[in-house]
């Protein structure tokens, strides 16, 4: 008899991280899920990178996010600079 694997997540707040989607030189990109089961892609910024011209530009895409609403564009569903992970 074969035993079930089970896999194990991290979590991120309330978010379920499934897997990495993405990496760049500041940021890492995390497909993740809600308690009730939605998809969504978190960007994790590494905090070794907290220079006052990255937040600068942070800061900007998170403004511009707030912004967008559009059905092709991934939209801001929340910000959250001290969630745990």
């Known amino acids: 008899m074969i035993a ?9 707040g309330s978010y379920t991280i499934i897997k990495t989607i993405g990496s760049g030189y500041h940021a890492k990109v995390k497909l993740a899920q809600t308690a009730e089961g939605q998809l969504c892609a978190i ?31 991934v939209n801001l569903i929340e910000f959250n600079d001290s969630m745990p992970y």
């Open 43 to 73: 960007k994790v910024f590494k905090k070794d990178h907290a220079l006052s011209a990255n937040i600068k530009a942070l800061a900007n895409e998170i403004q511009i996010l707030k912004e967008i609403n559009h059905p092709n564009l």
């Open 4 to 12: 079930e694997e089970k896999t194990k997540y991290t979590k991120c």
